[in-house]
């Protein structure tokens, strides 16, 4: 659709003697197809042409002429543009056959690095559905940068430093065994935090006790680093499970702790800089002119904390990538956090600290429950995961008995409704989590795309004896696209460039589900309205052809936003 928009806009500012580009950044797509394919508002005209929006359009509806262009109408200062729907199917479904999996693809962020900080779960917590947000988000962002052309690098700030190890070492030291945690995992070792955390409301000892040992990993004593690394080997064992289930992965896995040799460096720069001011043994730094509260950068025991880490990270990474744009992403309460250490690396003195981004996410809860590591209520994301896919099975056992690789099928379908979920709406909004619009075939979900997308395939399977027809792009008859629904569809397959770029620009991946639904939505339509198979041979190589657009377009978009795209479901 850019190529079409591009061409009228060029033409318009032709006869109008006005930028080519504003026009093109004026032309809307109407909301009803009654209203034309394009449409110009006019009244943005009307001042420096000094002509009424109607008499502008009036005057466009006369001259605009253009082998793509079948006919224009002037209405309540609108221009009105109604493409001649054969030209413009042929080149879309020309377009998208001959691009295939590059479909959308664009060289835009050539020669530009972006880092993503993403996923990020705390080491010896479970992945929590919380966390699964900033993973779905992050890695469908990493891919839709990368399928722009970006050179992607995509960072896994582990939560692996920090008091809280001190809290668990003691625990453990405590009540714990060798044995429990190795059996246990993860959960041995949330159970020993929770019981800290139990303990410490009578016993004030405790949390000296842990501020002692986190000290003692800083300074580098052997027997906390052992326990420590035994306690991040086992907790990465099981995201890396997680992180398999969803098909994402990450380039460096650097977490807080791979910072600890360069924070010295920063402490001491800050205070070149005059920014830590002492409090009561602790350092800080004022940002109250800049209405924010101070921020810790090292306790009274010396030690440092979550800001001090990333503060080094910033700068590591600019160092090591000289990336054009870092993004993190995190729950919206992480605000402030990022508010701070951006606004902290600015007073360093880096101008690239505009070049940082915080990508903000709305909380999960589930049946209206938030969720919470200390008091031990937390939903774990792998039980959420495989109920997702046994529940799919067990759908999938009733629509197609006998499908073969069921499990794999099931994994992907379950998984993708999931993310999909996750992925619906804004992210800034809260979202909750229910199983039954989660996993609905015919609502707006993971597994209606991806059923689109198989009945796309199979459509294509029983039309193999056609398919010479759909590969030899170029020569479709596609004249036969001219009925409202097989036109509407080529319209939204046309748009998916066009979307792909607004998402990257807006950080937004649900700007692809939202689309994709569309897509989906389209096809069904089409689906129902226009026979495929059994209409007659230029009807049915058009609308084949069509099929196998639309299975490209879906299962582009659905990589985009990491959704696999199976055959058969
Ligand atoms: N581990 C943190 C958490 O679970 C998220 C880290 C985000 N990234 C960062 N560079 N701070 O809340």
Known sequence: MDQIKTLVAREVANLLKAPAAELLQWLEYPPNPDMGDLSLPCFKLSKTLRMSPQAIADDLKERLQLPEVEQCESAGGYLNIFFHRAIFSSKVTTMILN????????????????????????????????????????????????????????????????????KLITA??????????????????????????????????????????????????????????????????????????????????????????????????????????????????????????????????????????????????KETYSFNKAIYITDYAQNLHFGQCFKIIGLLGYEWANELNHVAFGRVSIDGA????????????????????????????????????????????????????????????????????TLNFDGETGPYVQYAHARACSVLTKATR????????????TEHLGDDDSYELVKLLSLFPEQTRLAMQKLEPSIISRYLIDVAQAFSRFYHECPIITADAPVRQARI?????????????????????????
């Open 99 to 166: 691009q295939g999996e590059h479909y959308g693809a664009r060289n835009d962020g050539a020669g530009q690095t972006v880092v993503f900080d993403f996923s990020s779960p705390n080491i010896a917590k479970p992945f929590h559905i919380a966390h699964l947000r900033s993973t779905v988000i992050g890695n469908a962002l990493y891919r839709i940068h990368s399928f722009l052309g970006y050179t992607c690098i995509g960072i896994n700030h582990l939560g692996d430093w920090g008091t809280q190890f001190g």
């Open 545 to 569: 052809a069509l099929v196998h657009c639309v299975k490209i377009t879906l299962r582009n978009g659905l990589n985009l936003i990491g959704l696999q795209a199976p055959e058969k479901i």
């Open 466 to 477: 056609y398919k010479d027809n759909v590969q030899a792009p170029g020569r479709q008859p």
């Open 370 to 437: 938030g969720l919470s590591t200390r008091k031990g209520k937390v939903i774990k994301l792998e039980d959420v995961l495989e109920q997702a896919i046994s529940k799919v099975k067990t759908i999938i056992e009733k629509r197609n008995p006998g499908l073969e690789n069921i499990d794999e099928v099931a994994r992907q379908v379950g998984v993708g409704a999931i993310i999909f979920n996750d992925l619906s709406a804004n992210r800034i909004k809260d979202i909750s989590f229910s199983w039954e619009e």
């Open 172 to 317: 453990y030291h405590h009540w714990g065994s060798a044995e429990k945690v190795d059996s246990g995992g993860i959960d041995e070792l949330l159970r020993l935090y929770v019981h800290f955390h139990d303990q410490a409301e009578y016993d004030f000892t405790l949390e000296d006790q842990a501020r002692a040992w986190f000290v003692k990993m800083e300074q580098g004593d052997q027997e906390a680093l052992r326990l420590w690394r035994w306690f991040v080997d086992i907790s990465l064992k099981e995201f890396n499970r997680i992180y398999e289930l969803l098909n994402v992965q990450f380039d460096h896995y650097t977490g807080e702790s791979f910072y600890n040799d360069k924070l010295a460096a920063i402490v001491s720069r800050l205070k070149d800089k005059g920014l830590l001011e002492e409090d009561k043994g602790a350092w800080l730094i004022r940002l109250d002119k800049y209405d924010m509260p101070p921020a810790l950068i090292l306790k009274q025991d010396g030690s440092s904390l979550y800001h001090t880490r990333d503060i080094a990270a910033a700068i590591y990474r």
